[in-house]
């Protein structure tokens, strides 16, 4: 089997060296090089063509996102963000994902008394994921617009609907392609996007900027309403509650599921069991197989379910599972998935 490669580009020492203990403890991925800045980096890249890159934000000579943008351009590959749980470095690290960033760890610490590493199981798991992402070209403006004008959404007759959206890796930007051609009228949209605390504020404010739709992290009891979409918050589950004509969601911190907190699955299960034939169910790119089940319960219970294509994913897990377990009607590249959508609701 071939290893990943991995190169780490990190100003701290002590950072690299845990970041090295870590990725090298699965015997899958080879750390190939470590590099203090971005110009040692460049040079190490390509001497060594690695397949994926853990790269930092704040270090000298260079900030991280001015050297991701400028790797984009001239050699774009897998880079894994290295980011702090602080309001800065969520802003940041969305940013990052905008740019063409796979995917982002937060810093490990070192836990001196129990002599282990924290989050070492995600972050191994992130990197694999990455080394064989698919590094897609980053939407301009000009063919977002392009792309709004070719939708052509019809105005929504069934606003009692609810549309149900689960993603992970390389979700931040599948969403925010997603949702900003919706009118602003469209039915009230549940979301669970795969993503620790703190940055789901961030994320919500950003794609609220950015839509139509009003766009809003959920918290518990809130209605869910025509033209309003609530993401669900890092590190709890959201479930759909019916309150006779009405829909409003609940947030519980109970156990992850299929290691995740917010799960897909959670939310997809719960629409199936509240909504049945007036939802939609939709499941993005992402890893891992979290959703597929909820997605098959939601089409039991009458829902129609699309999920994104292969070609159009960064990561061509969640769907594929959601696919095989037979749970999607329809399979459409994430540019044409507004559109199905929208001829299924009119």
Do not use: W
């Not at 699965?26 to 994926?52: F, H, M, T």
């Not at 993603?167 to 620790?196: N, R």
């Amino acid at each position: 089997m071939k290893k990943a490669r991995v190169l780490i580009v990190d100003d701290s020492a002590l950072m690299r060296q845990v970041l090295q203990q870590i990725l090298q403890s699965d015997p899958s991925i080879e750390v190939v090089g470590a590099a203090g800045d971005p110009y040692v980096a460049r040079d190490k890249i390509k001497a060594l063509q690695p397949d994926v890159l853990t790269l930092d934000v704040e270090m000298p000579r260079m900030d991280g996102l001015t050297f991701l943008e400028k790797l984009m351009k001239g050699h774009p590959m897998p880079v894994v963000m290295v980011s702090s749980l602080t309001e800065k470095g969520c802003d940041t690290t969305l940013r990052a994902l905008s740019l063409g960033a796979v995917d982002f760890i937060t810093k490990p610490k070192l836990d001196l008394k129990n002599g282990t590493l924290e989050l070492a199981e995600e972050i191994v798991t992130k990197v694999k994921a990455a080394a064989s992402a698919q590094v897609l070209p980053r939407t301009t403006a000009a063919d977002a617009g392009a792309s709004r004008h070719a939708v052509g959404l019809s105005q929504i007759r069934a606003t009692h609907k609810i549309v149900a959206i689960g993603a992970s890796t390389g979700g931040t930007e599948a969403l925010k392609d997603l949702l900003e051609v919706l009118p602003a009228d469209f039915p009230g949209i549940v979301i669970v996007q795969h993503m620790p605390e703190k940055f789901t504020a961030q994320f919500a404010k950003r794609l609220d900027s950015l839509c139509k739709v009003r766009v809003k992290e959920a918290v518990d009891g809130d209605r869910v309403l025509p033209g309003h979409a609530l993401l669900a918050p890092g590190g709890k589950h959201m479930e759909l509650v019916r309150r006779g004509a009405e829909y409003t969601v609940s947030i519980t911190q109970t156990e992850p599921v299929n290691r995740h907190r917010p799960s897909v699955d959670v939310l997809f299960r719960s629409v199936a069991a509240q909504a049945g034939n007036n939802a939609v169910g939709i499941i993005l790119t992402g890893m891992g197989n979290d959703g597929a089940r909820g997605m098959l319960d939601m089409r039991k219970a009458g829902a129609f379910n699309v999920a994104q294509d292969e070609a159009s994913c960064v990561v061509f897990g969640m769907p594929k599972e959601a696919i095989a377990m037979g749970g999607a009607h329809e399979v459409h590249p994430l540019k044409k998935i507004a559109a199905a959508v929208s001829s299924h609701l009119s």
